[in-house]
């Protein structure tokens, strides 16, 4: 018996068709390169949609989504390469990360020069004015929220979320900083010395030795307050204020969302994205902007709500879909919650059920989520790779209540991780103030790699994903069959797990790329995906044994149906247009 389902968009009219995914720079050495690849016949007709990631704008961390403004980043792109991809019917995706701007912003900066009097001082969160009437003065200057407050507050790392700043006057300020920060200083010359003390209180050779001193601490990044200036020590505040002029931050400051001057710029950004070619805007981060004390401070109800619907209000006024980016355990159902009203969510659950299906040989946990995305009216952007990790552990249940099960057991869940692990994946656990790791986990891994690189695999894989319900994106790795590097991760520092997956293909590359079979037979299923009347039609999800799939779309006279075994990969695609003859694509 057959499981019949309409796909509606009933609250939203999502784009049609397939979504390219990459950096600016991910081909080539800027977007210049990436259109012409575009451009080629290899391409035509594959792609309808192209997300591209945060370093299309200025930006000075995490890989672009530490944004100084939404202005096109004329080192990798140009206002040309954009009109160009127009012209190839190409909309766009943008980021619109709400929760914070780099420290490096117009905003920012002028707080740091103007202090108590900039015009932005309400514009970010001034963590001791947030905490007064809710905790205790501390002794390192901050307030310690009260503990009934602290134990429920979410953190994305060990300690306060918490940037001291040195404003105009010589105090040190807390702002709120949830991600990213890092405080240097540079080296001190002789000349600062002389210039700020005055030659009437030392030599040069004093100011020499008191360099010295000071830079030596600097360079082991040791605390300046471990600064001993022996002989010099009545000089301690004057030098100690020479360092403090050469203080440069790097971080994420978060946005103070009870600021008008805060919605403004929200406004004014919109309207700029709007400008640059966007139709869908990606929210990140969204989830941490609502703040109140007493709060867990992640995704709070209702304010969290309150500001989605005032941000749709602002995007319809320039004709932007807005896709809000969660990740959080299927057992929260916060997925679905968002869906309900009315935004299409990330399928963060497709690319672990994927690998589950292929490596065990089963049906079961992929046909109970894509009845969901049916029954429910789930609109999803899927994918199988990202710019990001693998979010296995969003498939997980919530605190072992029946009713809230997860898509996958715990257990099946442990095996997947050790599975991409043993396969070269790497991962960064992320940790609480209490030191117990939070949920937020994903394994990083190209997604050719946690398939142990077989090509049958990834293809199949492939074939599934363009059968989804949603917009298929497509990472331009995975496309390559793009394995794991690991000279990268091992030199990317802090976030070097993530460059496993990130890495740049040259024009070469490219040209290689497209002589494989794996990567022809992508782009042929892409683009079925990508042209078929079909898929704008109705879903049919027929019984099979576990170890096998058939996934029907129907649209009047178009039909294209996936017949596959997960157990030796193989897989058929036929395909009708209106009186036309069936096309049979079949992989074996």
């Not at 968009?9 to 990459?22: Q, W």
Request: hydrophobic share 40%.
């Amino acid at each position: 018996m057959a499981i019949k389902a309409e796909f509606m968009l009933t609250k939203i009219d999502l784009p049609k068709g397939v979504m390219f995914n990459a950096y600016p720079d991910s081909i080539g050495q800027n977007m210049a390169d990436t259109v012409r690849m575009l451009k080629r016949p290899e391409f035509k007709d594959v792609f309808s949609l192209f997300y591209i990631l945060p370093t299309i704008f200025n930006s000075d961390l995490d890989r672009g989504f530490s944004i100084i403004d939404y202005d096109i980043n004329d080192e990798l792109v140009s206002r040309g390469d954009l009109e160009e991809l127009h012209k190839l019917n190409i909309m766009f995706k943008f980021d619109l990360v709400l929760n914070h701007l780099s420290v490096g912003s117009p905003q920012f900066q002028d707080l740091l020069k103007h202090g108590d009097e900039s015009k932005y001082k309400n514009f970010f969160i001034d963590w001791n004015e947030f905490w007064c009437s809710h905790g205790e003065m501390g002794s390192d200057g901050y307030v310690i929220p009260y503990a009934e407050h602290l134990e429920k507050l979410f953190m994305r790392k060990p300690g306060f979320p918490i940037l001291k700043v040195r404003f105009p006057d010589g105090s040190d300020r807390p702002y709120w900083n949830t991600f990213y920060q890092e405080v240097n200083y540079h080296k001190i010359s002789v000349q600062d010395l002389l210039q700020a003390l005055g030659t009437e209180k030392f030599t040069h050779e004093h100011a020499q030795n008191i360099a010295s001193l000071v830079n030596d601490v600097l360079i082991a990044k040791r605390d300046i307050s471990e600064i001993d200036l022996g002989d010099f020590s009545y000089l301690r505040d004057d030098v100690i204020s020479v360092i403090e002029q050469n203080r440069q931050y790097l971080g994420q400051m978060d946005l103070n969302a009870q600021s008008q001057e805060v919605w403004d710029f929200y406004d004014e950004t919109f309207k700029k994205l709007r400008d640059h070619g966007a139709k869908l805007v990606r929210l990140d981060a969204f989830a941490y902007l609502h703040k109140k004390p007493g709060e867990i401070n992640f995704f709070n109800k209702p304010g969290t709500w309150e500001y989605l619907a005032k941000l749709k209000r602002i995007a319809d006024k320039y004709d932007l879909i807005l896709l809000p980016e969660l990740h959080s355990e299927y057992g929260t159902r916060l997925h679905e919650e968002v869906a309900a009203e009315g935004f299409p969510i990330y399928d963060f659950f497709f690319p672990g059920l994927v690998i589950h299906a292929l490596d065990r040989g089963t049906n079961k946990h992929l046909l109970h989520w894509i009845d969901e995305l049916i029954e429910k009216n789930i609109k999803t952007i899927n994918m199988l790779g990202c710019h990001d990790g693998i979010p296995v552990l969003d498939l997980k249940g919530k605190d072992n209540v029946s009713s809230r099960e997860g898509l996958v057991s715990d257990k099946e869940i442990d095996a997947l991780i050790e599975g991409i692990m043993d396969r070269g994946g790497r991962v960064k656990d992320l940790y609480g103030s209490d030191g117990k790791k939070i949920s937020y986990y994903q394994v990083n891994a190209t997604f050719f790699s946690a398939l142990g690189e077989d090509e049958r695999k990834l293809l199949l894989a492939r074939a599934i994903q363009m059968f989804m319900p949603g917009i298929p994106q497509v990472w331009y790795l995975d496309l390559f069959a793009g394995k794991n590097n690991y000279a990268a991760a091992d030199k990317g520092g802090t976030a070097g797990h993530k460059e496993i997956n990130r890495t740049t293909l040259t024009n070469s590359n490219i040209e290689q790329g497209l002589k494989q079979t794996v990567v022809q037979d992508q782009l042929e299923l892409i683009r079925l995906r990508n042209t078929s009347p079909a898929f704008d039609g109705e879903l049919t999800v027929s019984d099979t044994d576990e170890h096998s799939l058939h996934l029907t779309w129907k649209n009047t006279g178009s039909i294209a149906s996936l017949n596959a075994d997960l157990r030796d990969y193989s897989f058929s695609i036929t395909h009708k247009e209106n009186a036309s003859e069936e096309n049979v694509m079949t992989f074996l």
